[in-house]
């Protein structure tokens, strides 16, 4: 066994956590940040491709509060206005600390570009390139913590769980991929900023580490989660035809830049008869165009993919290359010819509102348990704003670097062997169990298989009661059973035992997600119900969710504070 201490102790090191990571060691704190993928290279950040939004006022006068009340509108009653405030007036100075490290965001006369999105009334998301901004972020954000001798980086290591002593953080508990040795990492403070929970879907748009690990870790702990029932499905996912090496949600950008018209297979522009008022705009909220096209589908009016055709040959080639360069080039590469014929799209889970219970200072309700990023919930209601996903990294990723720092400030560690062995002892059960063979191995791909499909068919886009209690009860039946799953054998990267815990938190996860949406008996935003279709003002509360010592969930609606005040403010 190997053991580590630290003051600050960061799972997740994408966007939130390495920049968790700079500010918690700006603060005088320690860190050791750790990632089962590799430091700034796993997660959802460097795959992120386009915008990012903030009120900078370079492109036209702007201001933060705009922002914000933009955020509001799209969440649709349900944001916890003082998480959005902060986002929104903090990501300003984020983009600017950025611009100091030469990120390289795009600029037009010495000034940097905003552009618009869905959902802004202001050309206000920022940018370095339509496909590499994600990669461009995560170089910048890699580069200040390897120049920071107060941060130690730590690939390959999966943690299974933070380990609690008395009500508070005391540390947590993993293994290194490469070997299975166990680890404990004894810590003043841990911040979970392990990412969301697409993987869990069927069709998404998630790396291989988007298996709700952090939402998991941090319910075991003791913490709540909020908004569970809130996935955002990105409404034009790439279907059709095949496209190699690139973004399947890269089309949002050429949507609303160049008036990509969403089409049926009769032809004909549909967003208008859900609400939306696409023709002409093209920027009607995500879950309002992900509502209209699987309702197309289920109208029969689909392409032979099951999805859409988003057009542009009304556009000239030379128009297109202005607007996007050599990006026309790598889709001609992939046979695709955007003068000439549509694509075809649908829904993909990208993205999750919900997620851990925090205050401002990024908080949970455990001492010493901190979240940032994708892991924390409430800040964006029923529905995500364009672009606010990378600031929410950025922004909620150094507030709680900061904040646990000082929380940290002249604290003893606590950890003690007895801290930690309940959670070794069963990692070291399983390590030590009797392995199956390759035929029962590959029930752990079975299982994950099942649980993506259930998710994707009965809690995606459009929800019932009766899918939601039969997934709730299916769900239950193979978290109990678990255990007389085991790895394949062998102890040298062996990734089947990643592969039980990712499924322990994933199972977990995803009952989360399916009691909250089986209560919630209303449709607003990302939560569609065909058996309650209205939106209810007496649903518009947050559901809380927590586990028990008898390891169910229990969830509550509460009311969210609100403490933004927009007019004293502006």
């Known amino acids: 066994m190997v053991h580590l201490e630290t003051d600050i102790f960061i799972i997740g090191a994408g966007g939130s956590g390495m920049y968790a990571a700079i500010a918690a060691a700006r603060n005088g704190a320690k860190v050791i940040i750790a990632d089962k993928s590799m430091i700034g290279r796993g ?10 939004a903030a009120a900078l006022g370079d492109e036209e006068p702007d201001h933060w509060t705009m922002h914000l009340e933009d955020t509001l509108l799209a969440g649709r009653g349900l944001c916890n206005e003082e998480l959005s405030s902060v986002l929104c007036k903090e990501a300003i100075d984020r983009i600017r600390e950025m611009d100091d490290w030469k990120v390289g965001w795009a600029r037009k006369n010495g000034k940097i570009t905003g552009v618009g999105a869905p959902g802004h009334r202001k050309p206000r998301c920022v940018y370095v390139d339509f496909l590499n901004t994600g990669p461009a972020v995560a170089k910048c954000l890699r580069t200040q913590i390897v120049r920071n001798a107060e941060v130690t980086r730590i690939s390959g290591l999966l943690i299974t769980d933070v380990v609690v002593e008395d009500g508070v953080v005391v540390g947590a508990v993993g293994f290194n991929l490469a ?11 841990v911040i979970i900023a392990a990412g969301g929970l697409t993987r869990l879907y069927s069709r998404n748009s998630a790396s291989a580490n988007m298996n709700g690990d952090g939402y998991a870790m941090a319910l075991r702990a003791g913490a709540e989660l909020i908004d569970m029932e809130f996935p955002q499905f990105f409404p034009i996912g790439h279907l059709a035809p095949r496209l190699v090496g690139m973004d399947p949600i890269m089309w949002d950008p050429f949507r609303y830049k160049l008036g990509g018209r969403l089409r049926n297979a009769k032809g004909e522009e549909f967003v208008h008869e859900y609400g939306g008022q696409d023709e002409g705009k093209y920027l009607t909220t995500r879950d309002i165009i992900s509502y209209a096209i699987t309702k197309e589908e289920e ?16 556009l000239l080639e030379e128009e297109l290359r202005s607007a996007f360069g050599p990006v026309i080039d790598r889709l001609a590469a992939n046979g695709i010819d955007l003068t000439k014929r549509p694509i075809e799209v649908a829904p993909i889970a990208h993205y999750h509102m919900g997620g851990i219970k925090v205050n401002s200072r990024m908080e949970t309700s455990v001492l ?3 979240a940032a990023g994708e892991a924390v919930g409430g800040a964006n209601g029923a529905n995500r704003l364009s672009g606010n996903a990378l600031v929410e990294a950025f922004v909620f990723g150094e507030r709680a670097g900061r904040f646990s720092a000082i929380y940290a400030t002249g604290k003893q560690r606590g950890w003690s062997n007895k801290s930690g062995i309940r959670h070794l002892d069963s990692l070291n059960n399983l390590i030590s169990c009797k392995h199956s063979d390759d035929p029962e191995h590959a029930e752990l791909g079975q299982i994950w298989a099942e649980l993506q499909n259930l998710m994707w068919q009965n809690v995606g886009v459009l929800r019932t009661g009766l899918k939601l209690k039969k997934t709730l009860l299916r769900l239950r039946s193979i978290r109990e059973n678990l255990e007389e799953v085991t790895p394949a054998k062998g102890q040298a990267f062996n990734l089947t035992l990643q592969d039980w815990f990712d499924l322990r938190s994933g199972l977990l996860t995803a009952e989360a997600v399916t009691l909250s949406a089986l209560n919630r008996t209303e449709s ?27 390891g169910s969930l229990n969830s509550r609606f509460v009311t969210s504070k609100n403490f933004s005040e927009l007019k004293n403010a502006r």
């Not at 070997?179 to 403070?189: E, L």
């Open 43 to 52: 997660g959802a950040t460097i795959m992120a491709q386009m915008t990012t």
């Open 179 to 189: 070997d299975q040795t166990p680890v404990t990492i004894a810590a003043k403070a």
């Open 299 to 314: 109208a029969g009016r689909a392409t032979s993919n099951g999805g859409v055709y988003l057009s542009f040959e009304h």
């Open 368 to 370: 010493g348990l901190y």
């Open 524 to 550: 607003r935003g990302a939560h569609q119900r065909e058996d309650f279709t209205e939106t209810k003002q007496s649903f518009e509360r947050n559901q809380s969710i927590s586990l028990d010592r008898n």
